[in-house]
């Protein structure tokens, strides 16, 4: 299975971002799909989940009511819609996938990464 993200750039507070996910050789349409970000010297942080459906969204509090995460499973793809965006956004996102149908807050439940596209916004 292999993740390839896109989307990512510089553009200033408030303003919005697309972020893409295209997923090949995925094992299962059902599998749920995830979003997570990293700033530098940070954590990598759950950002939003999306089941395989899509009829579940999940999302961090602090992009809450500002990010949609959304999916494409005809094409295997999946998108953060990120709008009002701040400058704590800042951060390389990362798209992931499981194997299994179950969605998690942590890192440990997602068998497959991409190589994450950098978000920078400036005040």
């Known amino acids: 299975v292999q993740l390839q993200a896109s989307g990512g750039g510089l553009v200033q507070a408030g303003g919005c971002l697309r972020l893409?996910?295209?997923?090949?050789?995925?094992?299962?349409?059902?599998?749920?799909m995830s979003w997570f970000r990293q700033a530098p010297g940070k954590e990598r942080e759950f950002v939003a989940a999306?089941?395989?459906?899509?009829?579940?969204?999940y999302y961090a509090d602090s992009v809450k009511g500002r990010f949609t995460i959304s999916r494409d499973n005809a094409k295997n793809m999946v998108f953060l819609q990120m709008n009002s965006l701040k400058p704590e956004d800042t951060a390389v996102y990362y798209c992931a996938t499981s194997i299994g149908s179950s969605i998690y807050y942590n890192i440990r439940g997602w068998n497959f990464w991409g190589q994450g596209t950098e978000v920078t916004i400036s005040s």
């Open positions: 999306i089941t395989g459906s899509g009829g579940g969204t």
């Open positions: 893409s996910c295209v997923v090949s050789g995925r094992p299962s349409s059902s599998s749920g």
